[in-house]
């Protein structure tokens, strides 16, 4: 009876250890991820293989497992997505990359019946911004001149970009019309298939604007033959852009963020996700993220955790009522 005594008793204090050892484990702050991996949700190359090289280069020093980097191609991101709001909504190691067209895909519909609560959004990797732009000849000597002309006469401006309707380069025209007091499908729009093709055609006078991204005219600020009348972010940008004023500045409340980030499953324990929210949140103070967001040609744009998801849904808002004021979803 001793016996059986005590082995009942060790038995005890075994399933007590083991059960401290997950609650521990479920609490935030919890340990590091054991095989971290970011999922490209797209062929190698590209805006998401870009995004996922940042996180597996900027963690590199907090994770003791060298991030792995995988490819998840299909329906530009709506195979990943669809994957992680369902069957592997609980892999805690692994981290998805996401951008600012990725939002637009969801406010269109393009990931089927799935929203930006099927999945939970962990930080951001960098941004680029939305630039209005013309010709050094052009009559709009300003932003109030062209808002103008979008108010008085919304057919009689050309605008032009590298993206069919209902894309980014399309909205950044749209939410102009819209602060002009107009509405997006008034707009007199051409489509390219790359900003390079809309520049070129700018500069030829077949478009009189391009709302393309600021970092596509790095290789043009000196040209001498485009002017940036305002860049769409929510203070000045640095060199080489100190000088151009934001749309805010010259009194139109319009601001396109062009940022890249990343998402995991919906039903990851706290600890994993607060485990990247806080890794990422560290890392953002570092000069070597800010050298490695410099040299993938992306901006400070610095969010993590639950601000950063909270950020993306009302984006995801933003642009829903946008392309449905446009006739582009029902």
């Not at 209005?132 to 970009?161: C, E, H, N, W, Y």
């Not at 940036?228 to 409340?253: C, I, M, S, W």
Request: net charge positive.
């Amino acid at each position: 009876m001793k016996g059986k005594r005590r082995m009942f008793t060790v038995k005890k204090l075994l399933a007590v250890a083991l059960g401290g050892l997950s609650l521990l484990a479920s609490l935030p702050g919890g340990a590091e991820p054991l095989k971290p991996v970011c999922v490209v949700p797209a062929k190698l190359g590209g805006g998401f293989d870009l995004t996922c090289r940042i996180a597996a280069a900027a963690l590199e020093g907090t994770l003791k497992t060298p991030m792995q980097v995988i490819y998840l191609p299909g329906g530009i991101g709506a195979a990943a997505y669809k994957q992680f709001a369902t069957t592997r909504s609980r892999e805690g190691n692994a981290l998805v990359a996401h951008s600012s067209g990725s939002l637009l895909n969801i406010a269109v519909g393009k990931y089927g019946h799935f929203t930006a609560d099927d999945v939970r959004f962990v930080a951001s990797a960098g941004a680029d911004y939305g630039a209005v732009v013309v010709r050094t000849d052009s009559r709009f000597d300003k932003l109030s001149m062209l808002m103008q002309a979008l108010k008085t006469d919304p057919g009689g401006t050309l605008i032009g970009a590298g993206g069919s309707i209902g894309s980014q380069d399309w909205v950044k025209g749209a939410l102009l019309m819209q602060a002009a007091g107009g509405l997006p499908k008034s707009m007199r729009y051409v489509a390219f298939d790359c900003g390079g093709g809309a520049i070129t055609n700018l500069i030829n006078g077949n478009i009189d604007v391009y709302t393309g991204d600021i970092s596509e005219l790095r290789a043009h600020v000196n040209g001498g033959k485009m002017r940036v009348l305002a860049v769409l972010a929510d203070k000045r940008l640095p060199a080489p852009f100190q000088n151009v004023p934001t749309a805010k500045e010259q009194g139109v409340d319009v601001n396109w963020t062009l940022f890249r980030g990343f998402y995991m499953g919906k039903n990851v324990s706290d600890a994993d996700y607060q485990f990247y929210a806080d890794a990422f949140a560290k890392a953002y103070k570092t000069p070597e993220f800010a050298r490695i967001r410099e040299e993938h040609g992306l901006y400070e744009f610095s969010l993590s955790g639950q601000a950063f998801h909270d950020h993306v849904k009302r984006q995801v808002k933003v642009l829903r009522d946008l392309v449905s004021s446009a006739g582009l979803v029902r």
